[in-house]
């Protein structure tokens, strides 16, 4: 099947959830700088406020509308709020999401399920409601926010990895189906590293995780997390743009997913070897 022609954001219409900071955030600047109007969606409204702020002194037409993306009402809002204010959409891109921290034997059954909603139930409830919209445009983009832990699913990530392996899923059956038909509109599935963003220090975490645990946690991800979210962002826009069907996210990424590839059963104790010895750094 032939490649799809690129899609030009040029007074597009692109609809972002999990706006108001990290990657959602900058995605929507850089889309913002490109001439691309924006529906911004997010349920923290002072950095969504900001985002927005941002990219309105871009020239471009910026909507936002405030939700909880965990609650099933929240796509068919986000819709109507789209119809009302743009009347189409171009480019969504599916980005909300949270992380719970502990092993499952820790995570509350809540938790867990609080994180799926968001993580993966808003992805395929948005999906649905958008696709009839999205269908009008000559050509229309879906990204889905997955992550390397939908790739590689390391201890104490039950939670977070079955949720981004979801959206994997989801993704390559929906690009599948909608090439076969024909459709105008495309998919992205997009695996970050290990990207400097709030999800690790906003997760939850379980009950009687003790003060010292919780420096540590913290430290650890603060050395892992090391790409931009300017950096991740053009990385995704671009394979976005290029309607490419899968995009790797930093070197970390492309490293991990390549040790999987060759060591589809054991490859999470190399990657742990080396993740230590990246956390002690030299010496």
Same mark, same amino acid.
């Given at each position: ?117 968001? =993580? ?15 269908? &009008? ?6 990204? =889905? ?27 390559? @059956? ?28 906003? @997760? ?12 540590? =946690? ?54 742990? &070897?080396?993740?230590? &010895?990246?956390? &002690?750094?030299?010496?």
């Amino acid at each position: 099947m032939a490649k799809p022609a690129p899609l030009d954001p040029r007074d597009g219409v692109a609809v972002v959830t999990g706006a108001a900071g990290g990657i959602g955030a900058a995605l929507a600047l850089q889309l913002a700088a490109r001439g691309c109007h924006l529906a911004l969606a997010d349920v923290k409204a002072a950095g969504l406020d900001a985002t927005a702020a941002q990219a309105r002194a871009l020239g471009v037409k910026v909507s936002t509308v405030v939700l909880d993306m965990a609650l099933p009402a929240s796509a068919t809002a986000l819709l109507a709020h789209v119809q009302a204010e743009h009347g189409r959409a171009t480019l969504l891109v599916n980005n909300a999401g949270v992380a719970v921290g502990g092993s499952f034997g820790q995570v509350a059954e809540a938790d867990f399920d609080w994180l799926m909603s968001i =993580n993966f139930g808003a992805v395929v409830r948005t999906t649905r409601l958008f696709m009839p919209l999205l269908a &009008r445009a000559p050509a229309a983009q879906i990204v =889905n926010l997955s992550s390397i832990f939908g790739i590689i699913a390391p201890p104490g990530q039950t939670a977070y990895s079955a949720s981004k392996f979801a959206v994997r899923g989801f993704s390559e @059956a929906l690009r599948h189906e909608l090439e076969a038909a024909g459709s105008s509109v495309r998919v992205t599935v997009a695996h970050p590293g290990g990207v400097r963003t709030g999800i690790a220090e906003n @997760a939850r975490l379980p009950a009687g995780v003790s003060e010292d645990e919780l420096r540590t =946690n913290r430290a650890m991800w603060a050395r892992a997390l090391k790409l931009s979210p300017e950096i991740a962002a053009e990385t995704i826009l671009r394979a976005a743009l290029a309607r490419e069907p899968r995009v790797l996210v930093g070197q970390d990424a492309i490293g991990a997913a390549w040790i999987q590839r060759l060591f589809p059963i054991g490859y999470w104790k190399i990657i742990a &070897r080396k993740l230590a &010895r990246d956390l &002690r750094g030299p010496g």
